[in-house]
């Protein structure tokens, strides 16, 4: 079988990295197409891109001052799928701004649909690699919470170097959150979750939060929905692990 890392996502001429997602080719219905084009005018921020179709432009940073609109904290969802925490979110904190980055097209498309649905304006959507967003199109210092759930597992001991969060993607977590900002991550397998887990206990620049456990888990996070993939999980009788772990503050 060929390995996705060299023969899916951006071709190795486009990233010197493997990025964490594999391109899907489930296309829109012609019915949900017209839809997603009239709701993405209202919920998708245009993204200037560099070489591959979810890649960021180096130079592009996102106005905050105007996108989310609003002047309250801003939470980031990375992977948000088809975006039923983010939305049951930013419906049910109407102050608070969100930021869905995501690089499914109909991942996308459902989350703008469910956003217009429940009338929320408080939520942008970016598609887009995360770890690109987090190096450069999001200012420094900018992010209050910055959300993971159940990022692709990659679970064959080959594919392990496509995982989301990883030594790299931690600096870039740091990079964006406000000093005390949180990273919030959920994982139903067990050794992606050790791996974050113990990544962020030996990160100087994070320390534990809220009411974390000695084992490093948090309890479940309230403003976490159920989503499908958590459903599956549970049903094939894996945990689900939590992790909350605060940005130390910038001297
Ligand atoms: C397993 S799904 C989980 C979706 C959602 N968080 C949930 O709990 O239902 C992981 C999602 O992350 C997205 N994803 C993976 N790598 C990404 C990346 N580098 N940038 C943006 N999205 C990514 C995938 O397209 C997919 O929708």
Redesign the pocket.
Known sequence: MPDPATTTGAPSSYRSVP???VRRSRRLSDAQQRLWDEQRRRYLVDVPRAAASTSVEASFVLDLGAVPPGTGPLVVE?????G??VVAAAAAHPGVRYVA????EP?LAHTARQAAEAGVENLRLVQ????EVLASALPEASVDELWV????PWRKSRHTKRR?VDEAFLPLASRVLVDGGVLRFASDWQPYAEQVRDLLEAAPGFVRHGETRPDGWAPRFEGRVL????RKGTAAGRVVHDLAYARRPRR
């Open positions: 990025v964490s997602f990375i992977g948000s799928g088809q039923d925490a980055v995501e690089v499914y991942g887009a690699n995360a770890p759930f159940f990022p692709d989301l989503t499908g993939f958590e």
